[in-house]
C-alpha cells in the first residue's frame, strides 16, 4: 500500500502501526495507489492535529486526533508528534477492521512498562492510567498487567547506582538451528574455528574489563547468552568462565547462563559453571511435545529436558529459568497446557512464557504457507494459560517486552517465585543501566540520565569481522564511555 505524508522522518513507525492490522502489508511512499493507502497529515501550532485517512477496497475510514503541544526540547517536539500520527494512524485503521485483537493497541516500539513508569513520574498516576487506557487504546487487562511489573520492578531500577552495569557474554553458536530463528547465530560444525573465536571473546573481555576498571564501573549481574552457550566444550566453558572471573568481580553477583538446550548440556559443564559461581541456569524447552520439538528442529526430545533439568537440580542449582512458547506450529491450547503442566511439575523458579514472534530472518516466515499456525485468538488463550499457570506456582510477572511480528501483538512475559527475580533481565530490558556486551552480535548500550538517553556500539555480527575488529570496537566502546 501507499503512505502518503508529510511527516517522511517517521515512516518506520507508521509502518509498524499499519501492520497492526495488515502483518504482510509492503509499503512504500512511491506509486500508485491501486493497492490501497494511507494518507497521514500532521499540523502543528497550540496542538498537534493528526488526520488519517485509509482507504482500501471496503472504503473510507479517517480519524483525527488532537493532542495539546505543550513545547519542550526537539526530542519532546519529536516524540509528541509521532504519539499524535501513530493514534490517528491507529484509530483510522482500526474503523476498518473493527474485530482485529489489538491488545496492546497503538504502542509499539517501546516497552509498555516503560511508557507506563515515565508517564507516573511525569504525569501522575491517575493520568498515566488515562493516557495508557485512552490515548493508546491499551486494553484494562493490559494496563494491570504493566502496572503490576512496574511495581515489582521498581525497586530494582530504584537500586542501580550510576556507576554500576550488567556484563552481557555472547556466544553465537548453535547445535542445530530453529525453525522461528532470527538470531545470527551459527551452527557449530567440525570445521568451526572455536578456538579463534573465544581468543577474540577472551580478548573482548580483558580489554572490555579493564575501561570498565579505568572508568571506576562495577558490574552488578552477568549473562551469558546466544546462541547457547554450552554449546562450548566443558575446556572451552571452564577457560571462558575462568577469564570472566579474572577479569570482573564475579564474587555474590548474580551470573545466569542460558544453559538453552538439553542436548548440549552435561554433567561436567554444570559442574564448572557452580565452580565458576553461576547462580542462575536457563534450561528452555520452548515446548513439552515431541513433535513439535522435531517439527522446530531441536535436536532432542521432552524426557531429554526432564532429565536435564534433574542433573540442574542434583548440581545444586536453586535458580532456574524455563522459556516456553506460545503459537508454536501444530500446537493448539491442549497441547500448550501440556506443556504448562510439565512445566508446573518440574518448578523451577522462573518461567518465561514467549509469543511466537514470525521474524523475517527466519526459515518459518520463509515457507510459512507450509505451517499450521494456530489463529490468534488461540494463542491469546494461550497467553493466559501461561499467567494462571505462572499464578498457580506462587510466581508474579516481573519483566515483560514486544517483538516485532508476535502473533496477535501479544508479550513476552517473564514470572518469577519470590525472591527469584533475574536483576540482568530487568536492568537489561527497562533501560536500568548500561550494559557492557562481549561476544560477536552483542549490543552495547551506556544508558544516561535514568534512561532518558541511549547510545549504542555494536559488535559486528559476522564472526571474522568481530574477530578482526575487536581493537576498534572496543576503542568505540571506551569513547562511549568517556561521553
Ligand atoms: S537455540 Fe536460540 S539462537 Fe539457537 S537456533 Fe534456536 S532460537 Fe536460534
Given at each position: 500500500m501507499k503512505l502518503i505524508t508529510n511527516r517522511p522522518e517517521f515512516y518506520n513507525d507508521i509502518c509498524e502501526e499499519i501492520r497492526l492490522f495488515l502483518p504482510r502489508a509492503e509499503i512504500t511512499m512511491e506509486g500508485g495507489e491501486e493497492d490501497g493507502s494511507l494518507s497521514l497529515m500532521l499540523s502543528t501550532g497550540e496542538y498537534f492535529d493528526a488526520s488519517a485517512v485509509y482507504r482500501c477496497d471496503e472504503g473510507e475510514y479517517s480519524y483525527t486526533h488532537r493532542t495539546p503541544y505543550r513545547g519542550g526540547s526537539e526530542v519532546i517536539e519529536r516524540r509528541y508528534a509521532k504519539r499524535c500520527m501513530k493514534a490517528a494512524c491507529f484509530r483510522a485503521m482500526r474503523k476498518a477492521f473493527p474485530k482485529k485483537l489489538i491488545p496492546w493497541g497503538s504502542l509499539t516500539g517501546i516497552r509498555p512498562t516503560r511508557l507506563l513508569r515515565e508517564l507516573i513520574s511525569t504525569e501522575g498516576y491517575e493520568e498515566a492510567k488515562r493516557l495508557m487506557l485512552e490515548e493508546f487504546d491499551v486494553s484494562y487487562d493490559k494496563f494491570l498487567l504493566a502496572e503490576r511489573i512496574d511495581r515489582i520492578q521498581r525497586p530494582v531500577i530504584e537500586s542501580a547506582r550510576p556507576d554500576e552495569f550488567g556484563v552481557y557474554i555472547g556466544v553465537p553458536f548453535c547445535r542445530t538451528r530453529c525453525l522461528y530463528c532470527s538470531f545470527a547465530s551459527q551452527i557449530r560444525t567440525k570445521k568451526t574455528d572455536m578456538a579463534a573465536y573465544l581468543e577474540a571473546l577472551h580478548r573482548d573481555i580483558e580489554l572490555g574489563s579493564a575501561m570498565a576498571e579505568a572508568h571506576g564501573l562495577k558490574a552488578r549481574s552477568f549473562y551469558m547468552g546466544g546462541g547457547t552457550p554450552t554449546i562450548l566444550t566443558e575446556r572451552e566453558l571452564d577457560e571462558l568462565l575462568d577469564k570472566i572471573c579474572a577479569c570482573y568481580d564475579t564474587r555474590g553477583r548474580e551470573f545466569t547462563v542460558e544453559a538453552g538446550r538439553p542436548d548440549t548440556i552435561t554433567e561436567e559443564k554444570l559442574r564448572v559453571m557452580k565452580a565458576h559461581g553461576v547462580s542462575r541456569v536457563s534450561v528452555n524447552p520452548q515446548t513439552f511435545c515431541d513433535r513439535t520439538l522435531r517439527l522446530v528442529g531441536r535436536d532432542h526430545t521432552s524426557a531429554d529436558i526432564e532429565a536435564c533439568y534433574e542433573l540442574v537440580r542434583r548440581i545444586g542449582f536453586d535458580s532456574v529459568n524455563m522459556d516456553l512458547i506460545a503459537?508454536?506450529?501444530?500446537?493448539d491450547e491442549t497441547a500448550f497446557g501440556a506443556s504448562l503442566r510439565a512445566a508446573e511439575a518440574l518448578s523451577p523458579e522462573c518461567l518465561t512464557v514467549h509469543t511466537l514472534a514470525i521474524k523475517r530472518a527466519s526459515r518459518l516466515h520463509e515457507h510459512l504457507d507450509e505451517y499450521d499456525l494456530p489463529s490468534v485468538e488461540s494463542v491469546e488463550r494461550m497467553v493466559d494459560m501461561g499467567h494462571e499457570t505462572a499464578e498457580r506456582m506462587g510466581m508474579e510477572p516481573y519483566y515483560m517486552y514486544r517483538q516485532k511480528y508476535m502473533a496477535g501483538n501479544l508479550e513476552n512475559v517473564g514470572y518469577s517465585k519470590s525472591g527469584s527475580i533475574c536483576i540482568y533481565n530487568i536492568d537489561m530490558m527497562e533501560d536500568g543501566m548500561s550494559i557492557l556486551a562481549h561476544g560477536a552480535g552483542a549490543m552495547t548500550k551506556r544508558v544516561f540520565e535514568g534512561g532518558g538517553r541511549i547510545e549504542r556500539v555494536p559488535n559486528p555480527k559476522d564472526i571474522d569481522t568481530y574477530i578482526r575488529k575487536i581493537e576498534q570496537t572496543n576503542a568505540e566502546r571506551e569513547e562511549l564511555f568517556s561521553l
Open positions: 503459537g508454536l506450529p501444530g500446537e
